[in-house]
C-alpha cells in the first residue's frame, strides 16, 4: 500500500521558518503540497514531477516556499520561509502517477497532514 506521512508542523511567529516533509513508501512518483482552510477547498501549491520539474501555483508564496527531494530518504520537503498568518493550516503531501497538477481531485493518496500555525 502506498503510503505518504507528513511531519514538521508546528507553532511559529511571524517571520518564522518551517520545514515540513513528506516520508513516502512505495513508489515515487510525482508529488505536491497543497494546504487547507477550515470551509475552502485545498489549495496546491507546489509540486516536483516524476521527472523533477517544479510548478508553483500560488502568488502568494513565490519567492518563500520552496519544494524538494531527497531521493535517498525517499522523501518531499516543504521549505517555508517569512510566514504570516495567512499561511495557517493543515498541510497535506499528496502522491500522482502523472504530471503535475494543482487539482486536490487528481490525487488519490495523501497523507494526514500537519499542522501550521503562524501566529505571535
Known amino acids: 500500500q502506498l503510503r505518504l506521512v507528513e511531519s514538521g508542523g508546528g507553532l511559529v511567529p511571524p517571520g518564522g521558518s518551517l520545514r515540513l516533509s513528506c516520508a513516502l513508501s512505495g513508489v515515487s512518483d510525482t508529488i505536491t503540497w497543497f494546504r487547507q482552510v477550515p470551509g475552502k477547498d485545498r489549495e496546491g501549491l507546489l509540486c516536483?514531477?516524476?521527472?523533477?520539474?517544479?510548478?508553483n501555483y500560488v502568488d502568494s508564496i513565490l519567492g518563500r516556499f520552496t519544494i524538494s527531494k531527497d531521493s535517498a530518504k525517499n522523501t518531499v520537503y516543504l521549505q517555508m520561509e517569512s510566514l504570516r498568518p495567512d499561511d495557517t493550516a493543515n498541510y497535506y503531501c499528496?502522491?500522482?502517477?502523472?504530471?503535475?497538477?494543482?487539482?486536490?481531485?487528481?490525487?488519490?493518496?495523501w497523507g494526514q497532514g500537519t499542522r501550521v500555525t503562524v501566529s505571535s
Open positions: 499528496a502522491r500522482r502517477f502523472n504530471d503535475c497538477s494543482n487539482s486536490p481531485y487528481d490525487y488519490d493518496d
Open positions: 516536483i514531477s516524476h521527472r523533477g520539474s517544479i510548478a
